[in-house]
Every structure is written in structure tokens, then in C-alpha cells.
């Protein structure tokens, strides 16, 4: 996400790009794509976790009633004796939890106050017995999964899950409004076993607190047939009945899985190196739309060919409404607000480009968002001045590298002292440190880290400490002083 950084773009100018690529589709939604054409493949994740979900979202109510099984896959080496997953939902119940800063509850509730949570009705092994579980945490964001066996390193347990979730009408990842659901962090998610045990962070008001394992998903939504759906996966098949569409999405190797359902989309495409890029616009929002197309269109371009290469045979730009942008693997949220003909161009091609960087940083390469923040926020910061590099000239990118996030990065800034610091910090501070690591290194040694970077962390999850050994590997040197300096700010 980019919540601060969006005010300053109003400097920057960008003129049309220099990339061109292939010709727009534009589908009208009833002869949207089902995974025809010549695209991407990506393998299942053979270690990770498999997601299949049923869900049906109800209309009046505002609820989403699902079962989702669950295939955990224990690849630790000790037993585990018990499951913990994220209920992100559950935050939204009170306004105490509601992950909002005092500041901008109002904006986010413009509606008034309504809860948001999910009713668990049971948990139990796939086929088998019922399981014990509870919810803990501030704001009941965790369920404890209490097994009757313990799970054997290599082996896994497929459990089944039932619940509803209440969707709140928060201008949101998860929330609703006149025409659309949001609904991103909405299932229970495995939470991740690393090194320091379980990762149980609650919902932070603030920057992504979201960290989970790539796996692999069949995700099935029935909703009303006028909602046009935008998914992190790819469209297998859709039926319709009566009254309402069924959908069904897979995806491989993903670490996550978010989808907007929308009355009143429209759906422009383009195919870039095997990935089909999607742009869902309002219907009267169209030039913007095709603008978000190319930018979403060029950035997978030039950062293939900058970092590594998208795997995923779909990625969807999504205009929705949110305050800024968000990413989730394969889908990303923009705000409403960059495509009205007032706004400014450049802020929609902007945040489009500091979204799709994120497909890599974040997604792809996986990292612990609450602890590390640096390794997604200032990467996709940085991002942005290398796709300006590449789309319009070296200059420009230069140009914009100083006016956008050094002179902010330099605005004072010691350490984090309170929220409004976390944009500065986390976002420019990362920006920060490539750069001097570029300007040390030079152009080539520089991509060459970053390349081997994704390479080796592609699906999987990076530290800190493990970009610092990548960038010692390709360039030779011992580089804790320069990290100590940069990184950790000693
Ligand atoms: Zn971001």
C-alpha cells in the first residue's frame, strides 16, 4: 500500500510511455476471458498449503457463507500439536479494533459504524471429528485449531471450516459499498511457522500486516449474476442459474487470495510475455481504465525484464473503492479517486506502478510485512523510479529519485517516532538504501542483486539477512557496515 506518498506526485510529470505492446482487447464482461489463450503456467506449490473454498455471497445480508477445507502441509521438523490461522476479519467487530488510525475512521465509516467479523460454526478433520478451537488475540484476529494427533514433519491434515462473514460498510480492503464488495484478507489464512515460532500479529492500523506461506487455491463464488468479479486467481469456468453465477478461480503458488465484486465493471486486457493484464474500470471511468491497462501492462514489462519474470498467467488492476492502493498477489485495489478526469494522470500511473512492483516485492518474493516492512514498502518505492527510468528516460528517473523520495528521506527523519513517521521511514529509507547500493555497485552488479534476489526468494520468504548474504555473494564484499549504516541506522 502507499498512504503517504501519494500527496507529492503532484511534482512529477510524466509523458506518454515509450513501451509499446500489443493491441487492447476490450470485453464486454459476458465474453470475459476463461483462460483461453496462450498464457502463463504456474505449478502447483508441492510443499505448500491448498486452499479450497466455497463461498456465497449474499446480496441483502452483506454476508459471505463459506466452507473452506484446508490442506496444512507441516514443514517444520518438530510435530505441531495445534494450527493457528488469521481471522483479519474479526478486527472490524469493534470500533476499538477496527485497523484505522483515529484520523481516519471517518473516512473509512463515511457510512457510519457497522461491525464486521466472522462466525466460525465449526471445525473439524475433513471426513472425520470435530476439532476443539478457539479465538484469542486483541480483537479475536487468531484461531487456535486444537489437533487430536499431532502433525508429523513432512506430513499434512486437511481440516474443514464453515463460517459466515459479515461484511462491514467500510471504504475498505473488506468492507462494501453501493455497487461492490471488497473482499481482501476475508478467510481464515494459515499463519506462518518461521524461526521465532507462530507469527500471530494482530491486524496493525497501519502499513500491511499481512504474512503468509504461498499456496494453492480453488476458490468457487456464487454471487448474484450482475456482479462482474476480479480475482487473484484465473477464471476456470462460470455458470449461470437462475438468478446467480457461479464462478470458479485457481491459482498456484500464491501466498494469498482477495477478490472485488462489482455491478458496474468494465473490463479492458492486453497480453504481456505470456501474462494476460486486466484493467476493471467503472463503465464511465473508461479513459482512465485504458491508462491504468497500459501502466499495469508496461510495469509487468519492464520489471520482467529489470527483476524476473511474472509467473502468473493473469494480473488484474482493479478500481475500486479504497483511499490509495493495495496489493494482493495477482490483484491489485487503486482508488476510485485516481480515475476521475480531475485527478491527476501521473498519481494513477504512479500508484499503478508502486502496486504492480509489489507482484514481485511482497508477493513473489515473500517477506515478513509487520518486522521487515523496508523489504516490500522501499522496494516498490524504489521500483517506481526505475520503471520512470525505463518508460520515459534515465533522467527523469533520476530526477524523480530526488524529488520524491531522497529530499523526503532527508526531510528529518532519525528514527520512527510515531505513525505519521512510517511512511517516510519504511518507504523512503528502503528507496534510500538500493540506491546508495546502485551507486556503490554500479548498474550491472546492482540489477544482477536484485535478479538473484527473486530468483532464490521467488515463492518463498526473504529476511533482511538474506538479501544482505545475496548482495555479499554477487559483489564479493563484506557488506555489514554498509548495511549497518543504511539499513539499520546505527
Ligand atoms: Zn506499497
Not at 18 to 44: F, H, M, R, W, Y
Not at 167 to 184: C, T
Not at 316 to 339: A, D, R
Amino acid at each position: 500500500m502507499k498512504k503517504k506518498l501519494t500527496m507529492v506526485l503532484a511534482a512529477i510529470l510524466i509523458a506518454t510511455t515509450l513501451i509499446s505492446c500489443s493491441n487492447n482487447i476490450d470485453k464486454t464482461p459476458d465474453d470475459a476471458t476463461i483462460g483461453v489463450q496462450e498464457v502463463n503456467k504456474v505449478a502447483p506449490s508441492e510443499k505448500g498449503n491448498f486452499y479450497d473454498i466455497s463461498a456465497v455471497l449474499n446480496e441483502t445480508d452483506k454476508t459471505l457463507s463459506a466452507t473452506e477445507i484446508v490442506k496444512y502441509v507441516n514443514n517444520e521438523n518438530i510435530e505441531l500439536k495445534e494450527l493457528y490461522f488469521h481471522v483479519y476479519t474479526n478486527a472490524f467487530k469493534q470500533k476499538e479494533t477496527a485497523p484505522f488510525l483515529f484520523d481516519d475512521f471517518e473516512r473509512a465509516y463515511s457510512r457510519g459504524f457497522e461491525p464486521g467479523y466472522t462466525d466460525i460454526s465449526k471445525v473439524k478433520i475433513k471426513d472425520g471429528e470435530d476439532l476443539k478451537y478457539s479465538l484469542q488475540g486483541e480483537g479475536s484476529t487468531i484461531l487456535k485449531v486444537e489437533l487430536i494427533e499431532p502433525i508429523k514433519p513432512g506430513t499434512a491434515i486437511e481440516l474443514s471450516m464453515d463460517f459466515n462473514v459479515k461484511i462491514p460498510p467500510a471504504n475498505e480492503r473488506f468492507g462494501y459499498g453501493e455497487n461492490h464488495f471488497n473482499l481482501g484478507n476475508w478467510y481464515p489464512i494459515a499463519a506462518v511457522y518461521d524461526k521465532t515460532g507462530w507469527n500471530l500479529d494482530k491486524y496493525y492500523p497501519i502499513g500491511d500486516p499481512f504474512y503468509s506461506d504461498s499456496s494453492n487455491y480453488k476458490v468457487t463464488i456464487k454471487a448474484p449474476k450482475d456482479y462482474i468479479i476480479a480475482s487473484s486467481g484465473v477464471l476456470i469456468s462460470e455458470k449461470v442459474e437462475g438468478e446467480s453465477k457461479t464462478s470458479e478461480f485457481q491459482s498456484s503458488n500464491m501466498r494469498d487470495f482477495a477478490f472485488i465484486a462489482n455491478k458496474d465493471f468494465k473490463v479492458s486486457e492486453k497480453t504481456v510475455d505470456g501474462t494476460i493484464v486486466k484493467s476493471y474500470y467503472y463503465k464511465d471511468d473508461e479513459n482512465r481504465g485504458k491508462e491504468a491497462l497500459e501502466s499495469g501492462a508496461n510495469s509487468i514489462k519492464i520489471f520482467n525484464d529489470k527483476f524476473g519474470k511474472y509467473p502468473y498467467p493473469v494480473y488484474s488492476v482493479v478500481e475500486t473503492v479504497f483511499p490509495s492502493g493495495m496489493e494482493y498477489p495477482g490483484l491489485v485495489y487503486i482508488s476510485e479517486n485516481y480515475y476521475k478526469t480531475f485527478s491527476n494522470k501521473d498519481a494513477l500511473t504512479i500508484v499503478v506502478v508502486h502496486e504492480t512492483a509489489h507482484q514481485w516485492w511482497y508477493s513473489l518474493v515473500g517477506n515478513d510485512q509487520v518486522d521487515e516492512a523496508w523489504l516490500d514498502e522501499g522496494f516498490a518505492t524504489y521500483s517506481e523510479s526505475i520503471y520512470i527510468e525505463n518508460a520515459i528516460s534515465k533522467t527523469r528517473g533520476k530526477n524523480y529519485f530526488n524529488n520524491n523520495v531522497e529530499e523526503r528521506h532527508n526531510e528529518g527523519l532519525e528514527d520512527f517516532r510515531n505513525w505519521d513517521d512510517y511512511g517516510p521511514t519504511v518507504y523512503t529509507r528502503g528507496a534510500v538504501v538500493l540506491n546508495e547500493l546502485r551507486n556503490k555497485f554500479g548498474d550491472e552488479k546492482f540489477f544482477q542483486i536484485m535478479q538473484e534476489y527473486f530468483k532464490e526468494y521467488e515463492f518463498k520468504i526473504a529476511t533482511s539477512e538474506d538479501f544482505v548474504n545475496v548482495s555479499e555473494k554477487v559483489t564479493g564484499q563484506q557488506l555489514d557496515e554498509f548495511y549497518n549504516t543504511w539499513i539499520y541506522a546505527k
